[in-house]
Structures are given as C-alpha cells and as structure tokens.
C-alpha cells in the first residue's frame, strides 16, 4: 500500500495518527507537496480523480481518498485496536461524534485558515475576509461546544478513545496556525489534549 | 423509532430517501419546523445535544444525529437492498463517492443557499454575499465534474445504485431553490436523474 501524504495538511494527519495508533506498518508514504500545486497535476488527478490528499493506493492499483473512508478500510484490515465501533449503534454513534468535530470543527477551521493565512493564498484563487471571519466564528463556537462535551466525557465519543478523537485533535491542532489556541481557553480540552498526547500517533 | 424530520431541508430527505428504498416502515415522523426556530428549542437541542436535523430516537431512548450516521446505523438494521457496500473495499469506496457528493456538491449549495436565498435569511444571522458567491462557484463546478463522472459510469460509485447517488440527488435538488438546474446543463445528470425517478422513495 502507498499513502500520499501532505505532511503539515490536517486531513492525511488523521490518516497517519489512525495507522500509527493501529501499528499499521509496511506502507510507503509519498509527500504530495501542495503548495507547489503537486495535488493538481496529472500524475496526481489521473490516478485518484481529484486532486485531494490523503488518496491511498492498494498493490492492485485500485484507490481511495477521503480520509474517513481510507480509515474505514484500514480499520476492517485491522480490527485492533478498536477505533470505529463494535457494534450497529456503536459504529452510528461513533460516526456521528466524527463527523460533528469533522463539520462542526475542522471545516469551518479551514475556511479560517485557507481564507486568512498568508501561507495559504497560493491554494485559493481568492482569499476573502468574509469567510475567515465566518470561519473564525464557527471554530470558536465550535471549540466551546467541545470543550461543554469534553467536561462531561472523558473522550469524544464516550468512555473511550475513537476516530473522532483523532479528528477532533487534527482540527484544533491546525488552528493553532491561525493563533487559536483551544486548550489555552478551555481547560477541559487542554486535560483531553493531554490524554492524547500520551498516546500511541500522537508524539511530538 | 422516531425520526425528526424538517420536510424541505436536504439532509434529513437523504434519510427519508435511504428509509423508503428499504422499504423501512414503522417509523413515526416528527417534523420539525426549522424556519420557527423549533430545532434550537430545548425540546430538540437537549434531547439531542445539537440543533440539528435529521435526528432518530430509539425505542430505548438512544439517539443518534448526523444523516449518515443515522444510515450507517439502518442499513445494519436492514442489510437489502444494499445501498452501502458489502465488502471493506467496497463500503470505503462508496462512502468516498457520499462523501464526495456531500463536501463537493451539497457543501457549496447549502453555502449558496443559506447566504443568498430570501427564505432563509432567518436561520443565518448575517447572510454574507461574498460566501453565497463562493458557494455558487463550487457548486457549478462539482457539478460538471459529477457529470463527468456520470458520463462514464451509471451511477456516482459505480455500477450499481448506493447512498451516494442519494446524497447527490439531494444536493442537486436542493440548488434548484438558488434556480440552478443541474439537469439541464448536463445531459449526463438528466440521464441519472431519471434512472433515479424509477426507483423507491425518488417518487414525486
């Protein structure tokens, strides 16, 4: 298997933090360097159809994007440890918590980043102000909102560390490059941040 | 079970849509009106932590949100008609193509149509042009890359009707209201859509 991987971009960290939790090993990575626009190019867009990181090759050629589904594939290759569910309303619920710190965090995050950071202007055609601000908005309502769930639960989804853990970290991780800081305004996310950090993939 | 339902709203049709295909009966629909504000009621956002719809109440009092959470979890309950893949490869690679139809195509619309349609000036708390035009631009240009996708295959995962040609359906449908007519720029998607009008639960 090949991963391409965009290593500062957050969407192919939840991807590699999912493996490296797993002990996935044996899979080439390739570094997909987007702000030289590397995702756009043919030899990128032929093979996966779109110019999006994470894309995951198999060694029959066939392929994947979209982080959450690579690791809906990885977590059927490699059960343990458990990140999606056991069971029907375990694996809805569990999704259900991914894809709220998913819509609810990371997206408006990176209409924040991808609108007001100068890093960021060679990936948009045009930066607009208007949807920073409301990018920036909908990050911190969202980071609170979290950080009430973080207060009354121990991990995202529950009892237990999950996926939406994983995503719910990439995304405030990534807003640091806007110079928010979750865990600086709610305690209950720095503790929850501190559980992770302890953790197998999320090192360094 | 119960479902909370909002009538004109595209993601919770995604669930109705998913529900009449498998011919899941039984189910008591709660409608709930989104333009009075009945989704931020503490009745609503304290049964199910957010002001969201779709929603669905179990018997035993579980609740699960998010539109393909709540699939994930019926289609476990309702295997046939299959609509989200049998095997590890296959479930990854159809919910790539659903989430595909939701970031690239219902994303944008929902953006375009939340900023710019006089109908719901009262669910956003400033409708921002700048947005709405960005949302109008990445709709028309998902939608002629999904028609070029349908040019070469029947339907949007493949050989075979799934969630994801739901979602789509929805999203596409859902522009109409902003006057943007998929269909009739691309006889592709016309081609599709009218596949899909034969089928249980696109009736009407």
Avoid at 1 to 7: A, G, N, Q, S, V
Avoid at 67 to 75: M, P, T
Avoid at 102 to 110: D, F, H, V, Y
């Amino acid at each position: 298997m090949r991963l391409y991987d965009t290593h500062m971009a957050p969407n192919p960290r939840r991807v590699r933090i999912f493996m490296d939790h797993k002990g996935i090993g044996g899979v080439e990575v390739v570094q997909v360097d987007i702000n030289r626009g590397e995702h756009r190019l043919p030899a990128h867009k032929d093979r996966f159809g779109v110019a999006h990181v994470p894309a995951l090759e198999l060694d029959d050629g066939r392929v994947l994007t979209e982080s959450r589904a690579i690791c809906s594939y990885l977590e059927a290759l490699h059960p343990e440890p458990n990140l999606m569910g056991h069971d029907a309303f375990e694996r809805a619920e569990i999704e259900m918590w991914d894809r709220r710190a998913e819509l609810m965090q990371l997206m408006p995050t990176a209409m924040w980043v991808r609108h007001a950071h100068l890093g960021l202007a060679t990936l948009e055609n045009v930066q607009v102000p208007q949807i920073a601000a409301q990018g920036e908005q909908g990050t911190r309502a969202a980071a609170a909102w979290f950080a009430r769930r973080l207060d009354a639960s121990s991990f995202v989804a529950g009892k237990r560390f999950t996926i939406a853990d994983i995503t719910l970290f990439c995304a405030l991780d990534f807003a640091r490059v806007v110079k928010f800081r979750a865990a600086d305004e709610h305690p209950s996310i720095a503790r929850w941040r501190d559980r992770l950090k302890s953790m197998a993939g999320f090192g360094g």
